[in-house]
C-alpha cells in the first residue's frame, strides 16, 4: 500500500509521465493570467488610439488651415498668430435695400467704416531676417537701426476699393470737393485717373492670381416694385474664409504709430524711374 503511493507520489512528480490535476489546474491558470494580460493590453491600444485619433480630429482643421496659408502664400507671412478659416455668408443684395454700411452714400459714419477696416494703414517694422523671409529685397529702404517698413497687401487692396468708391460718378463730386475733410482723391484729374487705374488693374490681378471657384444659382423671381419677372442670379453665397478680425486686430496692434525716419546711406540703391 505504502509502495503504490509512493509510485502514486513519483509519478505526480515525474514530468515525463504526464500532468497531474494539479499541474493542469496551474496551467490553465497560468493561460489564464495571460489572457487577461493580453486583453488589457488590447484595451490600453484601443484606448491610447481613440484618444490619439480624437486629438487629430479636434486639431485637423488648425493643422489644414496652417498648411493652406503656407502653400498658398508666396513668403512666409509676418503675422505671428495661428491663422484660421470659418464660414462666411456674402451679403450680395442687388436689387432690394441693403442694409451694408460699406454701400451708404458719403459721410464720415461711411468713410469711418471703411478706414476701420485698414485702408488706412502705417507701417509695420521687420528685422532684416523678418524682412527677408516676408519676400522683401535688402535693396528696399531701411531706418538707421536696419529695420524695415512694410506694408500688408490687402490694407492696399482695400484702399484701392475704397479709392474706387470715391471715384465713383456718384461719390466723385463729395470726394473731390477742397471742403472734404478726409483725404482728397488727388490734387488733379490726371492724378486721379493714374491712381484709380493702378488700383482697378491690382485688384483684377489679385483676383486672377486667387479666383473664386464657387458658382451662383439662380430663383424665379416676381418682383414688381423692382421690375423684375423671370430668372435672377443669387448673389448670397456661403464661403470659406480666413478669419478677418483677428488678423486685422494684430496688423492694428503692430503697426508704428510714430513717425519713421529713413535716411539714404552711401551704396542704397536708387531706383530712377518709380515702379
Not at 493580453?38 to 490619439?52: D, K, T
Request: charge should be negative; include cysteine; hydrophobic fraction near 35%.
Amino acid at each position: 500500500m505504502e509502495k503504490d503511493k509512493e509510485d502514486s507520489s513519483i509519478e505526480e512528480l515525474d514530468p515525463f509521465l504526464g500532468s497531474s490535476s494539479r499541474s493542469e489546474h496551474h496551467v490553465r491558470s497560468h493561460r489564464g493570467h495571460d489572457i487577461l494580460l493580453y486583453c488589457l493590453v488590447i484595451l490600453l491600444g484601443i484606448s491610447l488610439g481613440s484618444h490619439f485619433l480624437t486629438y487629430i480630429y479636434i486639431h485637423r482643421a488648425s493643422y489644414l488651415d496652417a498648411a493652406c496659408v503656407r502653400h498658398t502664400q508666396q513668403n512666409p507671412t509676418p503675422i505671428d498668430i495661428p491663422i484660421h478659416y470659418r464660414s462666411v455668408h456674402y451679403d450680395g443684395t442687388f436689387l432690394a435695400n441693403s442694409t451694408s454700411v460699406y454701400r451708404l452714400p458719403p459721410s464720415p459714419e461711411v468713410d469711418a467704416a471703411w478706414e476701420g477696416l485698414g485702408t488706412i494703414s502705417k507701417p509695420l517694422l521687420l528685422s532684416e531676417s523678418q524682412a527677408t523671409r516676408a519676400g522683401i529685397s535688402l535693396d528696399h529702404l531701411k531706418t538707421p537701426s536696419g529695420e524695415f517698413p512694410v506694408l500688408f497687401e490687402f490694407n492696399h487692396h482695400l484702399h484701392c476699393l475704397n479709392l474706387i468708391r470715391k471715384a465713383l460718378f456718384y461719390n466723385y463730386d463729395y470726394y473731390s470737393s477742397p471742403n472734404y475733410p478726409g483725404h482728397h482723391l488727388g490734387k488733379d484729374e490726371q492724378t486721379i485717373t493714374k491712381h484709380v487705374t493702378h488700383c482697378v488693374d491690382m485688384l483684377r490681378q489679385v483676383i486672377q492670381c486667387k479666383p473664386d471657384l464657387g458658382v451662383f444659382g439662380q430663383y424665379w423671381v416676381k418682383d414688381k416694385e423692382q421690375g423684375v419677372d423671370g430668372s435672377f442670379v443669387d448673389f448670397n453665397t456661403d464661403h470659406r474664409c480666413i478669419d478677418w478680425e483677428p488678423i486685422r486686430e494684430w496688423v492694428q496692434s503692430h503697426q508704428t504709430l510714430e513717425d519713421i525716419v529713413v535716411e539714404l546711406k552711401e551704396g542704397d540703391k536708387v531706383l530712377h524711374i518709380a515702379p
